[in-house]
Structure formats: structure tokens, C-alpha cells
């Protein structure tokens, strides 16, 4: 697939894509101080970034959960933020009647995993125009995704993105078969691997999911040496008073310094494309 911009970042160009934010929206002052420091990181490690958190958390493993702050006071603060920091916005949506409202602010629409197979909620996104981004199923093969990304392209979307984020193993866990990434790269979409959730060990804690964050900068490390287009990763600057996924989100403090190990790293493996190995396979 061809790359294309989202606002100034481009991707699948020669640099990484980095995806960055909390999980859920939280109150503004942990959202702006989050925001002014990827925006230092970016200017200090010229990284091209998209700035990422939800409105909304459908799928929390308690009723009593903190979800978001809503649809219309998420995009509030989501649009001030992308104004005020000047990055390109991502969210994810639940129900295809939010499409149309998320997509006059944000400037990447997300499909969550448990609902990449919902072909309204798929099209819905599609026809806003916006780069969508699909999360591929914890549940389903990477050929898979073939179908879904159809879905998409029928309903008139040229900017589209997979994202792999783990394979069901067992219970309270999941794996990351390296192999998934190329074989959605072969589908003709940009390949982003979430380090975050990659590392979440689902309702391992009972009423909420844990995580396994020393794990993210290892298999980070790998996807971006395998030749992804972009990084997801949530970041929070006290992950352990996070409202959500705080034990699979990167300390920010240390996020300055794993955008610079991933840049190295692309640097040197970016110019590889998947494209290569499907040769080595007609030609075996």
C-alpha cells in the first residue's frame, strides 16, 4: 500500500509513525500534562506523532469501571488538545452512529478489536473520509482481516491501517506471533503493532485487566526490526493511578527514551519491506 498523510504525519513514509496517549480521557490537568510531554518528545527526536485517547471504555471487565468522560466532552478536550499541540487526533469509536461526530474532530478513526468484524460499525467509520484504523481481533487469524479491510474499502476508505495487538492464549493471556504482521502487510494496509495491549493480561486481576509492562519495549523492539509503519503505545505519567490499563501503559518517562530505541532501530530496518519474503516464497 502507498503511504498517505494524516495532517503532517505520513504515514507508511520512511519514518515511523508513533501513536501516543492515555487509554481513557481523564481529568485535564493528567491529559495536558501528558500532551506537552510527548510534544517536547517530538520536538526534541523530530518523531512523527498522532496523539491517541478514548472518550470511552465499552468494554471494561467491572460495571463499577471508569469508562471516559462521554462522547461530547471527550471530543471537547481531545479537539483543545489537538489545537493546542498541533497533532493529528486518534480515537476509537463503539456504535456506527458515532462516526459522523468523532470524524468532524479526530483525524484517525479506530476499530476496537472485540468489534473489527461489525461491517456497520467497519463502514461507518469508512465513509467519514478519515484514515481508519482497524484492530485486528484477538480472535482471529491475520488473513482474516482480509474481508474486514474490504469491508472499508467498499465503503470508499483509501487510508487504511491494521493493527496487531496479540493472539488469545490460554486464559488472562496472549501472545504475539511476529508473523501476523507480514502477513497483514500482504493485504495491501499499513501495519501498526500495539505494544500496549500486546502486554495486557486480561481480567488477570478480577474486576480489571493486568499487564506486564517490562514486556513493551522488547516486543516493540521486534515489530519495529520486522518493518512496521507505526507504534502504538499508551503512555500515562503515573500509570499506577491510572483509571484504565495502568499496569500495561509505558511510564511517561520513559517514553523519550523508547521513541529513541525504536528510531534507531527503523533507521537501520525500515528500508525492508514485508514484500520481500512473499518473493522468497514464489521464488522457493
Request: with cysteine; aromatic share 8%; hydrophobic share 40%.
Amino acid at each position: 500500500m502507498q503511504s498517505f498523510d494524516i495532517e503532517d504525519v505520513c504515514a507508511g513514509g520512511e519514518e515511523l509513525v508513533f501513536i501516543l496517549g492515555p487509554c481513557v480521557i481523564e481529568e485535564e490537568d493528567v491529559m495536558f500534562e501528558t500532551a506537552r510531554k510527548i510534544a517536547e518528545i517530538r520536538e526534541s527526536t523530530g518523531a512523527q506523532i498522532i496523539f491517541k485517547s478514548s472518550f470511552d471504555k465499552a468494554n471494561r471487565s467491572s460495571p463499577d469501571s471508569y469508562r471516559g468522560p462521554g462522547l461530547e466532552e471527550g471530543l471537547r478536550l481531545l479537539e483543545r488538545i489537538g489545537t493546542e499541540f498541533d497533532f493529528p487526533l486518534l480515537t476509537d469509536i463503539h456504535l456506527p452512529d458515532q462516526a459522523q461526530a468523532v470524524g468532524k474532530v479526530v483525524d484517525v478513526i479506530q476499530i476496537p478489536a472485540f468489534l473489527c468484524r461489525q461491517t456497520d460499525i467497519v463502514q461507518a467509520a469508512a465513509h467519514t473520509g478519515r484514515a481508519v484504523n482497524i484492530k485486528k481481533g484477538q480472535y482471529m487469524s491475520p488473513w482474516n482481516m482480509e474481508g474486514i479491510l474490504n469491508k472499508a474499502r467498499e465503503a470508499g476508505s483509501g487510508r487504511l491501517l491494521a493493527t496487531e495487538r496479540g493472539t488469545f492464549f490460554g486464559y488472562n493471556n496472549w501472545v504475539v506471533d511476529m508473523r501476523n504482521l507480514a502477513a497483514m502487510r500482504s493485504l495491501d494496509c499499513l501495519v501498526v503493532y500495539d505494544a500496549t495491549h500486546s502486554v495486557q493480561l486480561p481480567g488477570g486481576r478480577g474486576d480489571s485487566s493486568g499487564g506486564e509492562r517490562e514486556y513493551i519495549l522488547p516486543l516493540a523492539r521486534s515489530a519495529v526490526a520486522a518493518g512496521i509503519d507505526a507504534v502504538f503505545m499508551e503512555v500515562h505519567p503515573r500509570p499506577s493511578s491510572a483509571k484504565c490499563d495502568g499496569p500495561n501503559m509505558l511510564p511517561l518517562k520513559h517514553l523519550k527514551e523508547a521513541v529513541g530505541q525504536l528510531q534507531d532501530i527503523h533507521a537501520v530496518t525500515g528500508k525492508y519491506r514485508f514484500d520481500s519474503i512473499y518473493d522468497v516464497k514464489k521464488n522457493e
